[in-house]
């Protein structure tokens, strides 16, 4: 079955740049997104498909696509983006979703 | 305001059988699709199943097909996860989650996602 592989954590300190990775053979034909879950809390979409950021979501998130690897940047972090991160994908027919394994993001 | 509120999760053993609940409100939902994704504790986000807008077309995770059965009542704004031969590794929250669409055209990720709901099963 179609995976998709993410770094188990990402660390970084404030007001630098994080960059957290997800590869995934499919992803050249199908487009990813990214939510955003905090501890307790439902995820949040962050980016979708690929590049786009929905509303009310910071600037400072940005997402960029390199053959089958996809990149979640957060520009400038700060204390609240400490989070777990998840990129998606979907399947080949485009029906159902395909999940990374997540990515704690810590702030140090 | 978009609002998902999950219900109908608890304890039930193993083998046992459990329907979920996600009450809708603050959009169109007959005009939406919608998916339950579950997270078991500790552990990432798992797509379970999805229903269309109209409830004429599902899709199941293989985890999952042949026990699980996705519904809806576009006149209720509710969506069911009807859950049975439960197994330990179904023990997770359980996540209503709307299909992002726009003209027409579903796709298959979440733009708002409910609080969940959580399935316990024990031996």
């Known amino acids: 079955s179609y995976e998709l592989t993410q770094p188990p954590s990402v660390s970084v300190s404030p007001g630098q740049t994080a960059r957290i990775i997800c590869s995934g053979d499919e992803l050249p034909k199908q487009y990813a997104f990214w939510y955003k879950q905090k501890p307790g809390q439902a995820p949040v979409l962050v980016i979708y498909k690929d590049t786009e950021r929905p509303s009310g979501i910071p600037e400072r998130f940005s997402g960029s696509t390199s053959g089958t690897i996809v990149t979640l940047t957060i520009s400038g972090v700060q204390a609240e983006d400490e989070a777990d991160y998840y990129c998606q994908t979907v399947d080949s027919s485009g029906s159902y979703a395909i999940f990374g394994g997540g990515t704690k993001l810590t702030v140090l | 305001e978009v609002q998902l509120v999950e219900s109908g999760g608890g304890l039930v053993q193993r083998g046992g059988s459990l329907r979920l609940s996600c009450a809708a409100s603050?959009?169109?939902?007959?005009?939406?699709?919608m998916n339950w994704v579950r997270q078991a504790p500790g552990k990432g986000l798992e797509y379970v199943s999805a229903?269309?807008?109209?409830?004429?077309?599902?899709h199941y995770a293989n985890s999952v097909k042949g026990r699980f059965t996705i519904s809806r009542d576009n006149s209720k704004n509710t969506l069911w996860l009807q859950m049975g031969s439960l197994r330990a590794e179904d023990m997770a929250l359980y996540y209503c989650?709307?299909?992002?669409?726009?003209?027409?055209?579903?796709?298959?990720?979440?733009?708002?996602w409910g609080q969940g709901t959580l399935v316990t099963v024990s031996s």
């Open positions: 229903i269309s807008d109209n409830g004429d077309r599902t």
């Open positions: 603050g959009f169109t939902f007959s005009r939406y699709s």
């Open positions: 989650a709307r299909g992002y669409c726009r003209g027409g055209n579903c796709y298959a990720f979440f733009d708002y």
